[in-house]
């Protein structure tokens, strides 16, 4: 795995392994239990894809779309694993979008779909927390998708050689609201990135979010949110109505 996280006051960064109940660091043996894990990147941006499984474009009513929707969301909606989502007065429906992210390794520009596995650093969990109120007022999707916390991801990227046959499901308050696999994808990681680089040049620690499957919903003030890829890990954030970043008593 690779990450960021504090432990002891201490921020460490970089690749890790998770043997039994302990994040092994270079030398160090640190328990889990001492360790508050960050974002595992800073990205200077975050390219997400709209309608990417044909089941979610039926459940909003939209078509099949023949290229990939792209939008950007800013890296001041970024929280990491365990962090609150801050529902804002401004929507009245504020919904969860478990989804696989992509993590660039280097710059790259018009990269081929079969090159595109050599620019990939990994691979984690994002919420692309969308206001769907807001989302069909504007008719566009900037403000219902920027709001500050809107883009938890991690808890750490994984690497993965073969992106195509992850499980991915999100629970609200441990129930599973979304169930698929990534072989169900319109457009595969490898497509998405030769898109997108080819539209504008991807650095080094940005994401791509690949898109959610059916079954998004509300999230309420209280709620506990969850997305698990496989062999990736559970990305958990708690929605809340009161500004405070902190574990759980929020």
């Given at each position: 795995?690779i ?9 460490y960064e970089g690749r ?10 270079d030398?160090y ?7 508050k ?6 990205p200077?941006?975050i390219?997400?894809?709209g ?13 099949v ?5 792209i939008?950007m969301k ?6 990491g ?14 919904d969860?979008?478990?989804?696989l992210?992509?993590?660039m390794?280097e710059d790259?520009?018009?990269v ?7 620019y990939?650093?990994g691979?984690?969990?994002f ?15 900037t403000r ?12 750490y990227?994984a690497e993965?050689?073969?992106p ?6 999100t629970r ?12 169900n994808l319109?457009?595969d ?12 040049t ?5 994401v791509?979010?690949?898109g959610?499957?059916a ?15 496989d062999?990736i ?9 009161v500004e405070?970043?902190i574990?759980c008593?929020?």
């Amino acid at each position: 795995m690779i990450g960021r996280f504090v432990a002891n006051g201490r921020i460490y960064e970089g690749r890790f392994e998770i043997i039994d109940d302990f994040i092994v660091f270079d030398s160090y043996e640190i328990p889990i239990s001492a360790v508050k894990f960050l974002p595992p990147v800073e990205p200077s941006k975050i390219i997400a894809v709209g309608l990417n499984y044909i089941d979610h474009a039926e459940e909003l009513n939209m078509p099949v779309p023949e290229e990939p929707i792209i939008f950007m969301k800013p890296s001041t909606a970024v929280i990491g694993h365990e962090d609150c989502i801050i529902l804002p007065d401004q929507s009245q429906r504020v919904d969860y979008e478990g989804e696989l992210a992509v993590v660039m390794a280097e710059d790259c520009r018009r990269v081929s779909e079969s090159e595109a596995a050599d620019y990939i650093l990994g691979y984690t969990c994002f919420n692309d927390v969308t206001a769907r109120d807001l989302q069909g007022k504007d008719g566009q999707w900037t403000r219902a998708k920027s709001f500050d916390t809107f883009a938890p991801i991690g808890p750490y990227i994984a690497e993965i050689d073969d992106p195509g046959k992850l499980g991915i499901q999100t629970r609200v308050n441990g129930r599973v609201v979304q169930k698929s696999n990534t072989s169900n994808l319109i457009f595969d990681v490898f497509q998405l990135v030769a898109f997108v680089s080819s539209i504008m040049t991807l650095k080094a620690g940005d994401v791509i979010a690949t898109g959610t499957p059916a079954g998004v919903g509300m999230l309420k003030n209280g709620d506990v949110v969850e997305v698990e890829i496989d062999r990736i890990g559970v990305l958990r954030n708690y929605a809340v109505k009161v500004e405070r970043q902190i574990k759980c008593e929020c």
